[in-house]
Nanobody, 113 residues
Framework: QVQLVESGGALVQAGGSLRLSCEISGTTLDGIGWYRQILGRSRELVARFSILGDPIFVDDVRGRFAIFKDNTKNSVDLQMDNLKVEDTGLYLC?????????WGRGTQVTVSS
């Protein structure tokens, strides 16, 4: 059974940094990306890997976020720098295409001004 467990969210001031972790059991790290759920908006895929393994980001996080695979922890991490108030939301990980796994609980990121 596949399990996705997100962690690392916190309350942080604008300009600060966080590193989120998505620990994965029951499947590989391939095709796993990070989503953001902002109140009142649909869930958005903000970071993933291309088929060649290159990181891909949505425009408003490019240059501030980085995505990593950690094979020792079997996790996909999201490094978030220069955080903005508009980054506030629930962050979740899952497959970036096709049939998604059961969603985890996510991890809340709150950025204060």
């Amino acid at each position: 059974q596949v399990q996705l467990v997100e962690s690392g969210g916190a309350l942080v001031q604008a300009g600060g940094s966080l590193r989120l972790s998505c620990e994965i059991s029951g499947t590989t790290l391939d095709g796993i990306g990070w989503y953001r759920q902002i109140l009142g908006r649909s869930r958005e895929l903000v970071a993933r890997f291309s088929i060649l393994g290159d990181p891909i980001f949505v425009d408003d996080v490019r240059g501030r976020f980085a995505i990593f695979k950690d094979n020792t922890k079997n996790s996909v991490d999201l490094q978030m720098d220069n955080l903005k108030v508009e980054d506030t939301g629930l962050y979740l990980c899952n497959r970036d295409s096709g049939v998604r796994h059961a969603w985890g609980r996510g991890t809340q990121v709150t950025v204060s001004s």
